[in-house]
């Protein structure tokens, strides 16, 4: 009969362990592809909230120039309006034309700085809303980044210490994470105290 090898146990341990390892190392390097994603995902979001919310100032500031120039020609029409009918009658045709055209021309403008008033605020109010949003995104990211950099650490402590559980915990702690940046980018749920 012919003479079959029969493997050592310690060497079947040490391939299984380095299969193990193998697994391990590749799903951590997984979870640091999405700790990058994550980390995207959430630097976007605050910058797209930072900017949100300068152009959102930016729009209340115009909003308060045209409110104010709104109220110079309407305090300039009433101004002209009391002249016209205190003096108007006695006023040389010259002048009383020029001071009705000035009248109209204090309308025109109230009318106008009126209009663009409103589509300022409509634009500011759109940016704020941007910036709410991203806001509303930011912690879901950054809880993300947390639970996926604390799954790196246990699946990197399981490939040191060969203890599975660690590694099971790893891959939890990866899939709440993954899940937490999916909703940052989608919002398809929320979570109270997040908000």
């Known amino acids: ?3 079959i090898e029969v493997p050592n146990p310690e060497e079947l341990e040490e391939m299984r362990a380095k299969g193990f390892t193998r697994r391990v190392a590749l799903t951590t390097a997984l979870f640091a592809v999405m700790l990058a994603i994550t980390s995207l995902g959430g630097n976007n979001a ?3 909230m930072l900017l949100a919310q300068q152009e959102a100032s ?3 500031a115009f909003y308060q120039s045209k409110v104010s120039r709104e109220q110079l020609c309407k305090t300039n029409k009433e101004l002209v309006g009391a002249i016209l009918l205190e003096r108007g009658p006695s006023m040389r045709p010259e002048a009383k034309s020029k001071y009705e055209t000035l009248l109209k021309s204090f309308e025109v403008e109230e009318v106008r700085y009126r209009t663009e008033k409103g589509k300022i605020e409509e634009e500011a109010k759109h940016c704020e809303t941007t910036r709410d949003v991203n806001r509303q995104k930011d912690p879901y990211f950054d809880f993300a980044e947390v639970l996926l950099q604390i799954a ?10 060969g203890i599975r559980l ?3 915990f790893s891959i939890g ?3 709440i994470g993954s899940v937490l940046s999916i909703n ?3 919002m398809l749920f929320q979570i109270p105290f997040f908000q």
């Open 1 to 3: 009969m012919a003479d």
């Open 46 to 48: 605050m910058k797209e």
């Open 58 to 60: 930016n729009q209340w």
């Open 152 to 161: 790196i650490v246990l699946a990197s402590i399981s490939i040191l210490s």
């Open 166 to 168: 660690v590694f099971y």
């Open 173 to 175: 702690a990866a899939v």
């Open 184 to 186: 940052g980018f989608s």
